[in-house]
């Protein structure tokens, strides 16, 4: 569980994050959507401790973040797993040495057991035979991929994605987002995720928190999204046209007016 | 102002290098490819370099020295001297400061904007300890090893030039060369040579580790870290001779 209160952060003389609090509990993916440049990378970072907020208090498991120790705070970074928006791999590395790092770093496991881990988790987010290419050999997608592998290696308890879906095709990224959720469920994980990717909204958030301009707009689930008064929030989200006929639908199928058939055989009949 | 907030965050970050490693056979083998990276690959230009100074310096010598009595041998004295108390200790360092500082710069640099510095971070990882460390300390035992190295050839390339030039013959360059040798020189040499290899390494490593911003700022600080380095070891050696030399 991660809690934090009134988290305020500028630079220089842009107020970036005005005062944000949650609770993010553990084996949910917890959610901060908002537009670009509305402060999520930023929280992200000052969760984990990458900036230092100006104010405001973080707990991780009700421990005072900014209360612990270096060594408190190394010991607690061990259980982190972060997937950075530009996937931050280590480009003198191959991707199987990227993602063996960790387990180098924190493990005494042998050379064979760390490679089946390897493989393991590659496999997990749909890789195969990248092992010995380097990063510069990926594409955009690919990298992500192997970031988050790599973030999830050691089985962390807190698992941060910044935009894990942004650039991948839709079919992949409904795997990604499968995984990040089977993994939290799994091993009970306090998952965040930011993300403007309305798929994942509506399919992964137990817990969202829509950002706007450095504030919490609102709070909920994703069952409860489609029923949010918060015009900017409803803006934000069912962009399209397309996406608003599909709110309405959803909205009257809930309410029991329609009956909506997904399977098209029998709505041509 | 800004010198000394600067020079208080560089202090620092040397302060903050000590810390004991998470993983003592991952931190080694950072220190030895460091090692292979900073003495190995920069032997070639060391090379090169150090026997150019020395058949240089030993045909200027001989052109000035043209006074009949002023015994041969003396060319090859003052070769020996100029070689290992300035030519193969600073000459080469400022040339490292170019081949390792901007490497050294560039690497940081690169890792700190790509994010790979915080993703080490994120794991846990002391990225001083774990970044800088292994290179201040892989330069700190190689560049000693290179100086020596060019001083050698230094010597060998002055011999080879006033001889292949038929100034003075082998036996004449090589009584020279033990005329009134004095050990201190070369333990003056060797003092240099770990201050430059400090300066070489933890400058650009402090520029590299806190650059903000993109590619470009990447290439500003790496020159900006070889000015740096270079002016830090004109300095550095005027008073290691003050200090060393004078008295
Ligand atoms: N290191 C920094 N220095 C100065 N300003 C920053 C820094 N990082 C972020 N900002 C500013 O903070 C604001 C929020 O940035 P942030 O990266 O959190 O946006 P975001 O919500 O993650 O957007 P996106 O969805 O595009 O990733 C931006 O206006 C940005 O200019
Ligand atoms: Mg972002």
Redesign the interface.
């Known amino acids: 569980m991660i809690e934090f209160k009134d988290i305020h952060k500028s630079f220089g003389d842009k107020k970036v994050l005005n005062g944000v609090s949650a609770v993010f509990q553990a084996g949910q993916c917890n959610l901060i959507i908002g537009t670009s440049g509305s402060g999520k990378t930023v929280l992200m970072?000052c969760l984990?401790g990458?900036f230092e907020p100006d104010s405001g208090e973080i707990s991780y498991s009700g421990v005072n973040f900014s209360e612990m120790t270096q060594e408190h705070?190394?010991?607690?970074?061990?259980q982190?797993g972060?997937l950075?928006q530009?996937s931050?791999?280590?480009?003198s590395m191959t991707v199987e040495q990227n993602i063996m790092?960790?387990l180098?770093?924190?493990t005494k496991d042998s050379y064979e057991q760390k490679l089946k881990r390897v493989n393991e988790v590659l496999d997990r987010v749909n890789m195969k035979d990248v092992n010995k290419k380097f990063p510069a050999e990926l594409s955009g997608g690919m990298k992500k991929r192997v970031g988050i592998a790599r973030a999830i290696v050691l089985n962390p308890k807190y698992l941060f994605c910044d935009e894990p879906n942004s650039g991948l095709d839709p079919q992949t990224s409904m795997l990604i987002d499968k995984l990040i959720q089977e993994i939290t469920k799994e091993f009970n994980i306090t998952t965040i995720v930011n993300t403007h990717d309305m798929n994942s909204v509506m399919e992964t958030g137990d817990h969202i928190i829509y950002m706007y301009q450095g504030v919490k707009e609102w709070e909920g689930s994703n069952k409860e999204i489609i029923f949010s008064k918060n015009d900017r929030l409803n803006k934000f989200i069912f962009a399209s046209e397309f996406l608003q006929d599909a709110k309405d639908m959803r909205m009257l199928e809930m309410k029991g007016k329609i009956d909506n058939h997904r399977n098209m055989d029998e709505l041509l009949k | 102002m800004k010198i000394f907030t600067e020079f208080g965050r560089y202090l620092l970050m040397l302060k903050g290098m000590f810390s004991k490693p998470e993983n003592m056979k991952m931190y080694w083998k950072e220190f030895m490819h460091q090692c292979s990276e900073i003495g190995i690959g920069s032997l070639g230009i060391v090379v090169i370099i150090s026997v150019f100074m020395g058949a240089v310096s030993a045909l200027q010598t001989a052109y000035q020295l043209v006074s009949p009595f002023i015994p041969k041998s003396t060319i090859a004295q003052i070769v020996r001297d100029t070689v290992i108390l300035e030519f193969a200790p600073t000459l080469v360092c400022i040339v490292l400061a170019g081949v390792v500082g901007s490497k050294i710069a560039s690497e940081l640099g690169n890792m700190r904007v790509s994010e790979q510095i915080d993703a080490l971070e994120i794991m846990g990882i002391n990225t001083k300890t774990y970044l800088i460390l292994p290179k201040i300390a892989a330069s700190m035992l190689t560049i000693p090893m290179l100086v020596i190295i060019a001083g050698v050839l230094g010597m060998w390339g002055g011999r080879f030039a006033g001889v292949m030039s038929g100034i003075l013959s082998k036996q004449t360059f090589d009584k020279g060369l033990l005329q009134f040798f004095k050990p201190y020189n070369v333990f003056f040499a060797l003092v240099k040579a770990y201050t430059f290899a400090f300066i070489i390494s933890s400058i650009p490593a402090y520029y590299g580790y806190y650059v903000k911003g993109g590619a470009l700022e990447i290439g500003r600080s790496s020159t900006k870290s070889v000015v740096v380095s270079c002016v830090a070891i004109l300095f550095a050696d005027y008073i290691l001779a003050q200090l060393l030399l004078a008295s």
């Open positions: 970072k984990v990458l705070r190394k010991e607690l970074r061990q982190i972060m950075f530009g931050a791999l280590f480009d790092f960790p180098n770093m924190f």
